[in-house]
Nanobody, 128 residues
Framework: QVRLEESGGDSVQAGGSLTISCVVS????????MAWFRQAPGKKRQGVAG????????EYSDLVKDRFAVFRDNAVNTMHLQMNSLKPEDTAMYYC?????????????????????WGQGTQVTVSS
């Protein structure tokens, strides 16, 4: 069983920066892929960024790719999302998720239905 726990959510001013983190407990290896999703009230959950735990390949939503950076620390099974130049429209609950992909299968990083385990979320609020 894999468990995910997010932390670091906060209220910030527009233009500010924030880093949120996700700690993974349980067995993970190079076949695992992780992602950050977010969901604002009344809106669908959307993919923000993803990372392959094996080779560190990253993927980003066009909405954030020039402002956010996802990275991992495999030594402590932690994924981070560094968010810069935050905008009010970045306000949402941010969730981390993880899945296992067998070798040779493609990773559809932004497809929430692919992911097997989810955290409880951490709230990010950006005020103008």
């Amino acid at each position: 069983q894999v468990r995910l726990e997010e932390s670091g959510g906060d209220s910030v001013q527009a233009g500010g920066s924030l880093t949120i983190s996700c700690v993974v407990s349980g067995n993970v290896d190079s076949n695992n892929y992780m992602a950050w999703f977010r969901q604002a009230p009344g809106k669908k959950r959307q993919g923000v960024a993803g990372i392959a735990l094996g080779d560190g390949t990253t993927e980003y939503s066009d909405l954030v790719k020039d402002r956010f950076a996802v990275f991992r620390d495999n030594a402590v099974n932690t994924m981070h999302l560094q968010m810069n130049s935050l905008k009010p429209e970045d306000t949402a609950m941010y969730y981390c998720a993880i899945l296992t992909i067998p070798r040779g299968r493609r990773w559809y990083w932004a497809d929430q239905y692919e992911y097997e385990f989810w955290g409880q979320g951490t709230q990010v609020t950006v005020s103008s």
